[in-house]
């Protein structure tokens, strides 16, 4: 399927699917199991200029659309490399979003282009144990410490699932800047910053603590402990106490884009399926004869090809500015849905063997299962569409 792509969107898939076919499912299995940051891989998106498609041209990127930079993580993920691949570059794309629209002119300058050449690792900090999907409810604190606008903030709190933080330099962080019970709304009086997790480190102030977890152990999870760390005014992104309008920002192109990574899960999970099915003989045939086998494998293709036309729709409709709500989150829904389906029916293709890491398919199984929960669970948007598309009553 092509969703009437561009010539040049054509070109931008070739490439990313050849560049990725330098990193074959066995680079990505030996990266899983030692849990290694899969360096050479990101350096070689580095060198290719891939990183900072949709930053814009005038801080070293492409300026590109969201559809280019979905386009790009689905082959990625179709190229075997799944979750680990993408969220290695994923919040380079996404994560800095903010910066791009929100973001100081100093700011942009001394952060997208090292992001985009790949000398900078950013992460992501939002969400916290006690919080979980109610961003409104997060703890960490960041507090004036002396007078006027330029007084430095003294950051206190506890983040967690922050992907990447071990490889990172830099934290895109939200804290309450005022008390929740002090605002009008509870989404008032929240802000990001941009916060320096190196610096952190060597003074003491951040503390790391990997989380041990089921998939995707490539690229690391952590528990990012602050204690006292100093931030400078003007790393603060945007307005004090916007901060929750500016994340809002992010939502769709970030739903948008992992349904896109589910669906090149799916897409590998199927091909190796596929395969399997046209080379293993039982009985004195293919196993893939039987339609037991096949119609399975069949029903997970057709999924995926309609999940993808939701996706391509809510980039499109991102990309010229129009409303997208609806679609981002279809899109997500759909894509992780059949994603899922298409590796768990690869696993139930390849039998006992579906269990054995040779195969691969364990892995996109497990991979694929993290975009049911994240950016945002299953159940979560089924709760926006009931409240936004159908106007029943809010249920949270």
């Given at each position: 399927?092509?969703?009437a ?11 990313v ?15 899983d199991?030692?849990?290694e ?18 930053i ?12 280019e ?18 969220s ?10 903010t ?16 992001a ?23 703890s ?20 967690v ?64 402990l ?6 400078p005014?003007r ?28 669906l090149?899960i ?12 046209r ?5 004195g ?10 119609f ?29 709500g ?21 696993i ?13 398919v ?12 994240a ?22």
């Amino acid at each position: 399927m092509d969703f009437a792509l561009t010539e040049d969107q054509q070109t931008l898939r070739k490439a990313v699917r050849d560049l990725a076919a330098r990193f074959p499912d066995e680079y990505w299995a030996e990266r899983d199991a030692r849990g290694e940051f899969p360096r050479e891989f990101y350096d070689a998106f580095a060198q290719g200029g891939w990183l900072g498609i949709a930053i814009p041209e005038q801080y070293g990127g492409g300026g590109l659309g969201i559809l280019e930079a979905s386009l790009l993580l689905e082959e990625v993920a179709a190229s075997g490399a799944g979750m680990n691949g993408c969220s290695a570059m994923h919040l380079t794309i996404f994560g800095l979003n903010t910066i791009v629209k929100h973001g100081s002119e100093e700011l942009r300058r001394e952060i997208l282009p090292a992001a985009a050449d790949g000398s900078l690792h950013v992460c992501f900090g939002v969400t916290e144990p006690d919080a979980g999907t109610d961003t409104t409810r997060i703890s960490t604190f960041a507090r004036r410490d002396g007078a006027g606008d330029d007084a430095d903030y003294v950051i206190r709190g506890r983040k967690v699932w922050i992907t990447k933080a071990g490889d990172s330099q830099k934290m895109v962080l939200i804290a309450r800047t005022t008390p929740r019970d002090e605002v009008a709304k509870p989404t008032d009086g929240m802000s990001l910053f941009l916060v320096d997790l190196d610096s952190g480190r060597d003074a003491g102030t951040v503390q790391l603590r990997p989380i041990p977890k089921m998939g995707r152990n490539a690229v690391a999870s952590f528990e990012v402990l602050l204690d006292d760390l100093r931030v400078p005014a003007r790393a603060r992104v945007g307005e004090e106490g916007e901060g929750f309008r500016y994340l809002l920002d992010g939502l769709n192109p970030e739903r948008i884009l992992l349904a896109h990574e589910a669906l090149g899960i799916g897409r590998a999970a199927i091909r190796r399926a596929a395969r399997y099915a046209r080379e293993r003989v039982v009985f004195g045939r293919p196993i893939g004869q039987n339609q037991g086998v096949a119609f399975p494998l069949a029903e997970a293709v057709t999924r995926l090809d309609a999940a993808e036309l939701m996706a391509r729709q809510a980039a499109w409709r991102y990309d010229r500015g129009l409303p997208c709500g609806r679609e981002a989150n279809m899109a997500k829904w759909l894509c992780a849905d059949a994603g899922f389906q298409a590796a768990d029916q690869a696993i139930q293709t390849h039998g006992g063997m579906g269990y054995a890491r040779e195969y691969h398919v364990e892995r996109y199984f497990r991979e694929a299962r993290i975009l049911r929960l994240a950016p945002v669970s299953q159940e979560m948007v089924l709760n926006y569409v009931a409240q936004h598309v159908l106007d029943l009553p809010r249920s949270y």
